[in-house]
């Protein structure tokens, strides 16, 4: 991907089957390096904004609480046509780097801290056959030249998770 090598961004693709949730994705990657498995939420809120949420895939998101810590009532998750306009993938495929496509940055970003703690942290490319492995600071990166107002959340803390 251009934008990766523009901003110094290195990554490693591994190819797998198809997967449609992160239980498929966690089954496809026992053979890979270990890493930090993402998962992320496309949602809307009753003003019309939408959100994408990256978390660590086995972190439990309590969305009435997320709501309330982001003012953003009825969080919800956003339909297949809002997540193809906006960020041109389809359910299953979801990711932050369809944020490219975002070019009137609507989406806000959100990362849970637990993200920054891995070493290495991994997600679909745009699709849902293969996963990137990427540090969480370069994915940072690649958010920030986005364009998208992003936050970084405590889950545990902030959010009252066990």
């Known amino acids: 991907m251009g934008k990766m090598r523009e901003l110094g961004i290195t990554f490693q693709e591994l190819t797998h089957p198809p997967v449609f949730t992160v239980d498929e994705a966690r089954r496809a990657a026992e053979n890979f390096p270990p890493f930090g498995h993402c998962k992320n939420l496309f949602l809307k809120d009753n003003k019309n904004r939408l959100w994408l949420v990256t978390a660590l895939a086995l972190t439990q998101i309590p969305l009435k609480k997320l709501a309330q810590k982001l003012r953003a009532p009825g969080l919800r998750f956003a339909g297949p046509e809002a997540l193809f306009k906006h960020l041109h993938v389809a359910p299953g495929s979801v990711t932050p780097l369809g944020l490219l496509f975002d070019t009137n940055h609507v989406v806000r970003v959100v990362f849970d801290q637990a993200l920054f703690k891995q070493e290495t942290i ?41």
């Open 122 to 162: 991994g997600f679909h490319p745009l699709h849902n056959a293969a996963t990137w492995l990427i540090s969480p600071n370069d994915l940072n990166k690649f958010v920030a030249s986005c364009g998208n107002p992003d936050v970084t959340i405590d889950f545990e803390t902030e959010l009252g998770l066990p």
